[in-house]
């Protein structure tokens, strides 16, 4: 089976890598473009490309699928399938209609739940037990296609979007597998979502991670969770953004101003500081100053004992 394999993060590679390791013929690999990164700014490839090119597959980085000439270059690969996860742009209908078997997408939510750019961090963000896999034959719409499989995932308390991302990674490498064996045999009939039950979750944008400390402790430590990696749940301490890389909600009877760090003597939950919200205490377990490591909440105070006492902003 030749097949073209689009995607761009992390959450990608752990397919096309079992792909080549079960002998799939992988005829090209299509990425978005190398981004500058860092203090430097030196332009750095995408994950996939990486992978890619330790595999020695050809790569592609259109900045457009739309035009003749990107599609006609498709099309040379003579793909059967094309496969697609987290790639980064809609594909006109003049792709969708080059392989035979269609263009199948995998990501990483219980379609129709979740349809759009950030559905890991929006499983995050509403509390839900659940996420999932879903992978589905690819139409006009976002996200829209009827479904071929789906897995689901539980949702841990302790799991980040980084580390649920992770985690559904693996579980696509699988389903992928069974899919592309009983698709291409006429073993799966494609089931239609259901419009009535989808929702829909925008790119994550950078101001989002800013901590309001009058919301409840639980949607805090939501958004702590969820925004970890990027862009961070974060605060402004002494002129210098203050990341909070993990916490834990904590009920508090006793009101003070929301933003005010207390010492919590006993640790609570392995919290030995908190910072009041609008309903409770949020518990900190560890954090990262601005130019510096992250670092347990512990370590922190050694070093800045003013922190306790202090009132943090929030806007």
């Known amino acids: 089976m030749r097949v073209i394999f689009m995607g761009t993060p992390e959450f990608a590679v752990p397919c096309l890598e079992r792909l080549m390791l079960n002998h799939y013929q992988v005829v090209a690999v299509y990425t978005q473009g190398d981004k500058p990164a860092g203090r430097g700014r030196f332009l750095v490839s995408p994950p996939l490309k990486r992978a890619a090119l330790t595999w020695k597959l050809p790569v592609v980085q259109p900045v457009s699928l739309n035009g003749a000439e990107a599609v006609a270059?498709?099309?040379?690969?003579?793909?059967?399938?094309?496969?697609?996860?987290?790639?980064?742009?809609?594909?006109?209908?003049?792709?969708?209609?080059?392989?035979?078997?269609?263009?199948?997408?995998?990501?990483?939510?219980?379609?129709?739940?979740?349809?759009?750019?950030?559905?890991?961090?929006?499983?995050?963000?509403?509390?839900?037990?659940?996420?999932?896999?879903?992978?589905?034959?690819?139409?006009?719409?976002?996200?829209?296609?009827?479904?071929?499989?789906?897995?689901?995932?539980?949702?841990?308390?302790?799991?980040?979007?980084?580390?649920?991302?992770?985690?559904?990674?693996?579980?696509?490498?699988?389903?992928?597998?069974?899919?592309?064996?009983?698709?291409?045999?006429?073993?799966?009939s494609p089931q239609p979502q259901n419009e009535a039950e989808a929702t829909y979750h925008s790119s994550i944008a950078k101001a989002e991670g800013e901590i309001d400390w009058h919301l409840s402790t639980v949607d805090i430590w939501r958004r702590v969770r969820a925004f970890h990696p990027w862009p961070g749940g974060y605060t402004r301490w002494q002129g210098r953004q203050l990341k909070i890389i993990e916490a834990v909600p904590l009920p508090e009877e006793t009101r003070l101003e929301a933003g005010r760090v207390v010492a919590l003597t006993p640790a609570r939950e392995g919290a030995v500081s908190g910072i009041y919200t609008g309903d409770g205490i949020l518990g900190v377990l560890s954090v990262q100053l601005e130019g510096k490591q992250a670092m347990s909440a512990a370590e922190f105070l050694r070093g800045q004992k003013h922190f306790i006492g202090a009132t943090l902003p929030y806007s």
């Open 73 to 188: 270059q498709l099309a040379a690969f003579n793909p059967d399938v094309i496969v697609v996860a987290a790639f980064g742009q809609i594909l006109p209908k003049s792709v969708l209609a080059v392989p035979s078997y269609g263009c199948i997408n995998i990501h990483p939510s219980l379609l129709p739940r979740f349809r759009g750019a950030s559905p890991v961090a929006a499983a995050i963000l509403a509390g839900d037990e659940f996420t999932g896999v879903s992978i589905m034959l690819m139409d006009k719409g976002l996200d829209t296609g009827p479904i071929l499989a789906r897995a689901q995932v539980p949702i841990s308390p302790q799991d980040t979007t980084g580390s649920l991302t992770a985690k559904l990674s693996q579980i696509a490498v699988w389903l992928l597998q069974e899919v592309l064996v009983r698709w291409t045999k006429g073993e799966i």
